[in-house]
């Protein structure tokens, strides 16, 4: 589920860069204020605000313990990810790749900050995240693994003698060819060296994968300063297109 959820928002991502690209080739100075215009800039303005719900009650206690038994946090989250993808896509729409205002252009450049950020926080950061766990359950089990080798190597005087020669810069040299070959043949000194090698290159991976979680939480304060930012000029545009244009309709 999560695989195909990907692959569709990635689809649509993909789909807004495409119609953003408009933007050089294309020119409709009329279509906004016409009625198929006004249609979608209704529809994504409405769009837009869907993806409040999941904002809201993740962080209010109160009405997260009433929506969670009705509807999940994750199916929450989908909803979110979706309507947050299709109302910049309807919005791109209904401006006919003309900007006529500085505020329907910081209007549209925040939109797409705000729909590109969420897909690498969300798809790119967010799997760094996982992986992290994984990486941290394979060194616990490799580590628990080298823990059980001392022993058997303390009586095994040929163990030892190989591990005092492969302390070597030549020795680690030919280690690397020597620890090649199946586990189940291996000496207690092969299998040692190669849990060592391993230990060490996830340690290194969990350090970077730990770095990019870090990112990952300093983008999510930014995500939603971003997404604030982006609400407070959807009013105003809002607002100006009533006031200027609406409201002296019969």
């Known amino acids: 589920m999560q695989e195909r959820q990907k692959l569709i928002v990635t689809g649509l991502v993909v789909l807004l860069a495409v119609l953003t690209l408009g933007f050089f080739t294309h020119r409709d100075p009329r279509f906004a204020g016409s009625l198929m215009g006004g249609v979608l800039g209704v529809s994504a303005a409405a769009l837009m605000l869907v993806p409040l719900a999941y904002l809201i009650v993740k962080r209010v206690p109160w009405l997260k313990r009433r929506v969670t038994p009705r509807v999940s946090m994750r199916s929450l989250l989908s909803v979110h990810i979706y309507s947050g993808v299709l109302a910049p896509i309807l919005a791109i729409l209904h401006t006919g790749h003309k900007f006529q205002s500085p505020l329907?252009?910081?209007?549209?450049?925040?939109?797409?900050?705000?729909?590109?950020?969420?897909?690498?926080?969300?798809?790119?950061?967010?799997?760094?995240?996982?992986?992290?766990?994984?990486?941290?359950?394979?060194?616990?089990?490799?580590?628990?693994?080298?823990?059980?080798?001392?022993?058997?190597?303390?009586?095994?005087?040929?163990?030892?003698?190989?591990?005092?020669?492969?302390?070597?810069?030549?020795?680690?040299?030919?280690?690397?060819?020597?620890?090649?070959?199946?586990?189940?043949?291996?000496?207690?000194?092969?299998?040692?060296?190669?849990?060592?090698?391993s230990i060490s290159d996830l340690e290194l991976a969990i350090r970077t994968h730990a770095t990019a979680k870090d990112l990952f939480r300093r983008w999510l304060v930014s995500h939603i300063i971003i997404a604030i930012i982006l609400y407070l000029l959807l009013f105003i545009h809002i607002w100006s297109a009533w006031y200027f244009g609406i409201r002296w309709l019969p």
Request: charged share 20%.
């Open 104 to 197: 329907g252009i910081a209007l549209t450049l925040m939109m797409l900050i705000v729909v590109f950020s969420g897909y690498v926080g969300r798809y790119l950061l967010g799997q760094l995240s996982t992986d992290l766990r994984t990486k941290r359950a394979d060194l616990a089990r490799l580590r628990q693994a080298y823990d059980l080798l001392p022993n058997e190597i303390a009586a095994d005087p040929s163990a030892q003698a190989i591990l005092r020669a492969q302390s070597t810069l030549g020795g680690r040299i030919a280690s690397f060819f020597l620890t090649r070959g199946s586990p189940a043949t291996a000496t207690p000194a092969t299998r040692a060296l190669r849990l060592a090698e």
